[in-house]
């Protein structure tokens, strides 16, 4: 088992950044990729980018190209999502998840944080 918990989200206004963390504990000597969803109310969870164990492939979604980053520590067991140049649009509940491939479907993925709430809003 893997437990993910993810920190970093807050009250940010349009425009401004923050970056998102995901820690890792339990079997964390399996290889897993990573990824990073959101959900805002009333929506379904989407992808948003996804890095694998190397680090050496990313995906993001067309919506957040340009401006999110995903990276990742596998010595501290840590997933990173910069967010640059927020919009209110972002405003969502932001899940971190584990799995065997960088996938941009919620089935794809094995683990999961219980999430950190994200508002962008002046």
């Known amino acids: 088992q893997v437990q993910l918990v993810e920190s970093g989200g807050g009250l940010v206004q349009p425009g401004g950044s923050l970056r998102l963390s995901c820690t890792a504990s339990g079997r964390t000597s399996s290889t897993y990729s990573m990824g990073w969803f959101r959900q805002a109310p009333g929506k379904e969870r989407e992808f948003i980018a996804g890095?694998?164990?190397?680090?050496?492939?990313?995906r993001y979604a067309d919506s957040v190209k340009g401006r999110f980053t995903i990276s990742r520590d596998n010595a501290k067991n840590t997933v990173y999502l910069q967010i640059n140049s927020l919009k209110p649009e972002d405003t969502a509940v932001y899940y971190c998840?584990?799995?065997?491939?960088?996938?941009?479907?919620?089935?794809?993925?094995?683990?999961w944080g219980q999430g950190t709430q994200v508002t962008v809003s002046s």
């Open positions: 890095i694998s164990w190397s680090g050496t492939t990313t």
């Open positions: 998840a584990g799995g065997p491939l960088v996938g941009i479907r919620t089935s794809q993925y094995d683990y």
